[in-house]
């Protein structure tokens, strides 16, 4: 693979890392900020409430961030200078269960 090839690829995954992660920033106040309601709910009704109402979307929250993983996989030069201290807490974020 040529060396300008692989410099294209890597800048165009940083873009789609970056999208994902700006997606990802401003679609997930939703789900953040019912979790935090649910904290300070005064009565079961109400948080039953805010639990049905992320319930729904829950799950196509997780994928984003998994596109995202993908994403910096694919900088493997990027992840290995940058990220190599914060893989637990990465990972813990994502939650990624073993």
């Not at 040529?2 to 873009?15: A, D």
Request: contains cysteine; glycine residues 10%.
């Amino acid at each position: 693979m040529p060396m300008e090839m692989f410099t294209t690829l890597n800048g165009i995954w940083f873009l789609l890392a970056g999208i994902f992660l700006i997606g990802y920033s401003l679609t997930d106040g939703f789900d953040l900020g019912s979790g935090i309601l649910h904290i300070f709910a005064k009565d079961e009704n109400t948080r039953i409430t805010y639990m049905n109402a992320v319930g729904p979307v829950w799950d196509g929250m997780k994928s984003g961030l998994l596109l995202e993983e993908y994403a910096f996989r694919s900088l493997s030069c990027c992840v290995c200078c940058i990220f190599q201290c914060f893989y637990l807490q990465c990972y813990s974020f994502m939650g990624i269960n073993t």
